[in-house]
């Protein structure tokens, strides 16, 4: 690898890094903001203009806080819990493609941390770390609800997780390649995979709200039932992290979800804007463009969030189970079926 | 049983249709439902900028009047006092001095006039009581404190401002 290139990785991982610090930091806001406008309210508006210095006296709330280790839980563990919760929930961005090569001094730069070619693999593994985070920091508080908070998430990403895997098997039936590079190029213009895969985009929604522990699936901690849940009995900046890993994943799932489905970096027209104006405007329009979505699709998070009632957990289990699998099973058969019919009958 | 008042209502639970059981149409009339609230004015009224009107006849901090001439009414006669119900209002009387009668109407007047604003129930009998039409409740809402005795309002705050000069 060229010092060029090491050094424009090493600028591009700070960058993204940023970025996602910064969307978790000001989705918190933005949350505060959109359940206000659903409710007719106003939202935080007294820290800055409109709120906007809101996150930042948050944070500052957080770290001023009282930090409580209660006697009986296990305090190794108890600090893993939420670093590894933080942590998993960082590292998932290193394989997003973020935009289409741009050019730099006549040196071909790709807008993507590091491009392995089983990069949904990767996503899939990282995210089904994250439980651990939640599971280590239940366990280790010696509290009950924590507990049963932390038994809950773990059984309902376990639940959810086959289902999503199944509704990606039917999208890499049609793709041919785990690399999310490759994915996000087969999307070029218009040729979204959501025309294809329209009920597998469904599927992979759903469990994408559980897997984050999202309204309606935010069992993991119901505050009517256990409390506080997994985190019942943190304070300070580790409850801190526990709720930023929530909104990270939250970032991390709709860039996931956008690239996977909704075309990425792509968008229609994009080859007329390289000739118009230069490839370099066409890439850096992507990029913007993937953004856009990515907080469409997070603005659509809170929406539901917003407005449904959370299931009730035999509700949720039936659902993962009965209705989800084979649902996605089934789609697996459509697109085979499909795929080879029309492959044989030459289009 | 027979019904009485004839307005029992049989309930029936219906089975779910299939419609509803399949969630999705019922969410997206839910996300309809609320994206018409998000484009909706907000009902926030911003407190201390701005003030919700009141209807005529609130009852809020009480002001102790002046007459026409900027003597104070009070006459420290005690009857608002026994007719509060909470025990809200004492006061000390005073008689009036020669070269006082700018500022008392009468020859006796209240020298201390104290009521604790977190046992008055603003009910409004005082006014009522008042033969000299001294006391009103007519002010704003009595704002937050920090301390308890800085809820027992003195004449400093109770008083009218005297007529301009």
């Known amino acids: 690898m060229e010092t060029a290139d090491l050094i424009f990785r090493i600028v591009l991982i700070v960058v993204i890094f940023a970025i996602s610090l910064v969307v978790a930091m000001y989705s918190t806001y933005a949350e505060r903001k959109v359940a206000a406008f659903f409710q007719d309210r106003v939202g935080p508006n007294r820290a800055g203009p409109w709120g906007i210095l809101q996150p930042l006296a948050d944070g500052g709330k957080m770290f001023l806080k009282e930090e409580i280790i209660p006697t009986n839980a296990t305090g190794f563990l108890f600090i ?40 949904v693999l990767y996503i899939f593994g990282v995210v089904s770390l994250g439980v651990y985070g939640i599971m280590i920091g239940g366990w280790a ?46 999307q070029h213009g218009f040729h979204w995979n959501v025309w294809r895969q329209p009920l597998g985009f469904i599927l992979f929604l759903v469990c994408a709200f559980a897997e984050t522990n999202r309204s309606p699936f935010d069992l993991p901690e119901c505050e009517t039932e256990l409390v506080g849940g997994y985190h019942t009995e943190y304070s300070s900046m580790k409850l801190g992290f526990y709720l930023f890993a929530e909104y990270i994943n939250m970032f991390i799932s709709s860039a996931v979800m956008a690239t996977l489905y909704w075309g990425g970096y792509n968008y229609p027209f994009m080859d007329d804007m390289a000739v118009w104006f230069s490839p370099n405007t066409a890439a850096i329009v992507g990029v913007v463009i993937l953004f856009g979505k990515i907080f469409f699709s997070i603005f659509f998070f809170m929406w539901v969030r917003w407005t449904i009632p959370r299931f009730r957990y035999d509700q949720l289990m039936d659902l993962g189970w009965k209705i989800l699998i084979p649902l996605a099973i089934a789609n697996i058969v459509l697109t085979g079926v499909g795929s080879t019919l029309l492959t044989h009958f030459g289009y | 049983m027979e019904s009485l008042s004839n307005k029992r209502k049989v309930l029936e639970v219906k089975p779910l249709t299939l419609l509803e059981r399949a969630y999705l149409p019922v969410i997206v009339g839910g996300l309809a439902t609320t994206m018409k609230h998000f484009f909706k004015k907000p009902v926030t009224i911003s407190y201390p900028e701005e003030k919700r009107e009141f209807s005529e006849n609130f009852r809020g901090m009480h002001s102790l009047k002046r007459d026409e001439n900027g003597k104070e009414r009070c006459t420290a006669c005690g009857l608002c006092a026994l007719s509060c119900p909470a025990e809200a209002i ?40 008042c033969p000299k039409e001294a006391i009103y409740l007519d002010g704003d809402i009595v704002p937050a404190d920090y301390l308890r005795k800085d809820f027992i309002y003195g004449k400093d705050k109770l008083v009218e401002a005297p007529l301009n000069q």
Not at chain 1, 86 to 102: D, E, F, H, R
Not at chain 1, 144 to 159: C, D, E, F, V
Request: charged share 15%.
């Open chain 1, 141 to 186: 508080s010696n509290n009950k609800y924590s507990l049963l908070g932390a038994i809950r998430a773990a059984s309902q990403n376990i639940s959810y997780e086959i289902s999503m895997g199944l509704s990606i098997i039917a999208l890499l039936m049609l793709t041919g390649t785990l690399s999310l590079k490759e994915i996000a190029e087969q």
């Open chain 2, 90 to 129: 004492t006061m000390t009387a005073a008689e009036r001095q020669k070269g006082e009668e700018h500022l008392y109407r009468e020859e006796k007047y209240a020298a201390v006039y104290e009521i604790n604003m977190l046992r008055c129930i603003f009910c409004g009998l005082c006014e009522e009581a």
């Open chain 1, 80 to 119: 893993v819990g939420p670093s590894l919760a933080i942590l998993t929930a960082c590292i998932g961005s290193a394989v997003i493609p973020w935009g289409s090569a741009i050019q730099i001094g006549g040196r071909t730069f790709d807008l993507q941390v590091t491009d392995i070619n089983v990069g």
